[in-house]
Each structure stands twice: as C-alpha cells, then as structure tokens.
C-alpha cells in the first residue's frame, strides 16, 4: 500500500482549517529552535571571542602560549590545538619564529588557522623627557600662496597660475636641486632678472612634475617673486617615548611628522632631536586644544639624529646619555597583554623634570595597525588635569605604563573632550625601530601579512 500523497492543494485545504501535519510542524519547530540557537551563539562570548581570534599574532617566547578566547572547560577540552613549525628557525616549542597553530574540533572539524610569531621579550628605557624636534625636509615645502603686486599695480599669482599647490615640495629649478628657501628666493630672481621662465620640479605625493614659471617683479620687496610662501625645515615640542641604550636608538612623538595637509609624510632628508625645557602651558579646553611652551637646550647631552618618520613616531640614534628618567628598563608589552585599565604617562609640565600621571585605558584597538591609533584613553589625574585640562600638544610620545610594561604613547586629543584622546601600542613603535622582528613577512616565510 502506497503512502497518500500531500499536494499543495492538500496542505492549503488543511491549514485553512486549521490543522498541519505532525512532519511540517517539526520542521517549523526545529527552524525556530536552529534560528533562536544561532542567534544565542553569536551573542555569546566564546563564539565572539572566537570570530575576534587573529590571523596573525605576535607572542613572548618566554610565555605559556595562550589565546584570549575562554571556553566552558567541557568544551575547552575537545578542541585540539596543533602546532606546526613554519620555518626551519623555531624547532623546539614556544621558539622564537613562526608558527602555525591549527584549532580543531574533536581532533576533526576544523575550525581556524592562527600564524604566530614567537618574539624574544624587548626591554627599553621609558623616556618622558621634553624634547625639540628639528626636522630637515627633502626639498623645500609650499606652505602658502599670495599675489604679487607688480610695478603697474596688478595683481596676479604666477604660481598658482601653473599648477603649483600648497604642499609641494620643491626639489630643483631649472635642474638643480634646492635646499633651502633662500636658494629658492634667489633663483626666482635670477630667472627673472634674465627675463626667463624656470622650470621647477616638485613632488606632489609620490609623483614628481614640472612647471615653467615665469617670475614677476614684486614692487612691495623690490624682487622677482612668484607668489608662493615657502619652509625648508619644520621644528617643534614632543616628547621622548624610549630609548635602548645598547643599540643606542630613540622612539618618539608616537605619530608622524605630517606636511601642510596633516596627513602626509614629510620626506625628510635629515634632522635632529635636543633636549627641551617646558616654560609654561596653554590649557587645552573644548574646541581649542592646549600645547606646551618649551624652548631647545643646546647645550643638553640628550641631542640624536632622525632616521626615520613613520605613522607611529619618528626614529633615529642618540648622540649622548639622558638624564632624568623616572623609571628603570621596563619590558614592552605586546599587543595581547594590553588591556582596559589604570595605566601612567611619563611627561614634563615644568621644566626638564619627568613625572607620573594616572590615566585610563578605555579601548585597545590591536586593528588599526595602519592608522597608528590603537588606544583610546583618558587623563584621570586631577594635578594634571587642573595644569593641562588634558592632553595637549607637545604631550605626543609621552609613554603609557601598564602592569609595569611600556604598553605604548600619547598620540592625539579629542577635540571636543581634551581629556580623553589616542595613542599608539608600544610592539608597533619597537617593530618600526627594528628591536623586534617585523610581522609584515619575513625571507622564511614572505606569505605572513599583518592583517
């Protein structure tokens, strides 16, 4: 005997009467049950704390290797980790190099792939010392445009007129290179005391273009002038963030040394860092940010040269010792070991003396490796909160301690809340120094990203 056959028209007849079959029913059940258990999954910790796992990790050597992801310890036990070297460096367990842990369930189903990286621990000076940033770019930069007012009494802007911008930099007129503003100056005028055009190269971004110009002369300064405003160097306050005194290399400000658009790098092509004395302070309030008023002390031992101007501070070697540091040599913390919490900052408020202020980490932000900004926090120290009203310029690169590890550095200001602002994570800042491996890849395996 064959089983009835249920056609649509059945199922229609039968549910306007009310009545579903028992199979269709369960169906519906078990939808419900399968939709309210997803739902339930993905709001829960371990299934979170899993889908935020990294890719890629970087771990102390000297440390249990330990994922932050916590599981019932029912469940915790049928997940297997396997490890697996991927280069011929790490051959014993926990050794520095790569390596691969693949994560499975019941020693079957797996379930995700994390790379790490083994790192031996980095131990740095903390700084905290004021310092004078004196920075030598490659060429020389446009920082503004005015008209010319010729010796008929018109008006015009040759620069602008052939394309120059504002944050150009010049690098040769008329194929030699320049310098500095006063070679620039006097060029203009040669061509124009010639009665020529120039051609002026310039770098926009990371293309270079050329312009022929042709100078007027400027009855207001007796000069030919092209009605552009010009900066060979650029220089201000920030503060030291760590130095390691056997490789004799410096970290500071914690972000980049932008052009006249505030994002761009400056191509630097030499400068320096001295010591610097902080002579009063401007309170930050709501809308207007604060600064420090510092002058440069030339005849300081803390004086070094800048190699390198980087998302996540600048970088260079020390020409002598420092003094007045707080603190010992700390270790730096890597990402993982960074969390929400109390914290300090080292800076100087008065003169060249170092000293500690409580803050709060609200957020580490481990993804924004690009941006510089990984931390979110918050001054909380009433003296300095009433010295300051928060962060301020000049305060960049002031070192954040937590747990007793350099965990990273000031960076920027909230605009609308002084108090509270960013900072960079202190493992970017030694891997751009090059105390530690870069995660970007390696000759042992060039596949590695830094997600």
Request: aromatic share 6%.
């Amino acid at each position: 005997m064959h089983a009835p056959i249920l056609t649509s028209s059945h199922l229609s007849h039968l549910k306007k009467k009310g009545v579903v079959p028992l199979k269709y029913l369960g169906r519906q059940v078990l939808g419900l049950v399968l939709a309210a258990l997803i739902f339930y999954g993905g709001m829960a910790p371990p299934v979170r704390d899993f889908f935020s796992l990294p890719r890629v990790q970087r771990l102390s050597s000297v440390k249990p290797l330990q994922l932050n992801w916590e599981l019932p310890a029912g469940l915790a036990r049928q997940v297997e980790v396997q490890v697996n070297s991927l280069d011929q460096i790490s051959t014993a367990a926990r050794s520095p190099g790569w390596w691969q842990l693949q994560l499975r369930l019941f020693g079957l189903i797996p379930l995700k792939n994390i790379t790490v990286q083994m790192v031996e621990p980095v131990h740095v000076f903390p700084g905290g010392q004021a310092i004078g940033v004196l920075l030598q770019t490659e060429g020389v930069i446009v920082v503004g445009q005015a008209t010319v007012t010729d010796d008929q009494g018109n008006r015009v802007n040759p620069a602008q007129e052939a394309g120059l911008e504002i944050g150009d930099a010049i690098i040769a007129i008329d194929g030699q290179k320049v310098s500095s503003d006063q070679e620039v100056a006097a060029r203009i005028d040669a061509a124009g005391q010639a009665g020529r055009p120039m051609q002026m190269t310039v770098r926009r971004d990371d293309r270079l273009l050329n312009f022929q110009i042709q100078p007027r002369y400027c009855a207001d300064t007796g000069r030919y002038r092209i009605g552009i405003f010009v900066r060979d160097s650029t220089a201000g306050v920030g503060t030291l963030t760590f130095y390691d005194q056997e490789k004799n290399i410096f970290g500071a400000l914690g972000h980049i040394v932008s052009g006249s658009d505030g994002h761009t790098a400056m191509n630097i092509s030499g400068g320096r860092i001295v010591a610097a004395a902080i002579e009063g302070i401007h309170q930050g309030r709501r809308g207007q940010p604060g600064e420090k008023i510092g002058v440069f002390l030339d005849n300081s031992s803390l004086k070094g040269n800048i190699q390198k101007n980087t998302a996540v501070g600048i970088f260079g070697t020390l020409d002598g010792g420092i003094a007045g540091s707080l603190s010992a040599l700390l270790p730096v913390a890597l990402t993982e070991a960074v969390h929400p919490g109390p914290a300090e900052i080292l800076t100087v408020v008065e003169g060249e003396k170092v000293e500690q202020f409580q803050v709060e980490i609200e957020r580490v932000m481990a993804h924004q490796r690009d941006s510089g900004r990984g931390l979110v926090l918050r001054i909380t120290d009433p003296r300095l909160l009433n010295l300051t009203g928060g962060i301020i310029q000049g305060m960049s690169g002031s070192p954040i301690i937590q747990d007793g590890q350099l965990a990273g550095a000031v960076t920027h200001v909230f605009i609308n809340d002084p108090t509270r602002g960013y900072g960079v994570l202190a493992e970017w800042m030694v891997e751009e120094a090059d105390l530690i491996p870069a995660s970007r890849g390696t000759a042992s395996n060039p596949l590695v990203t830094y997600i």
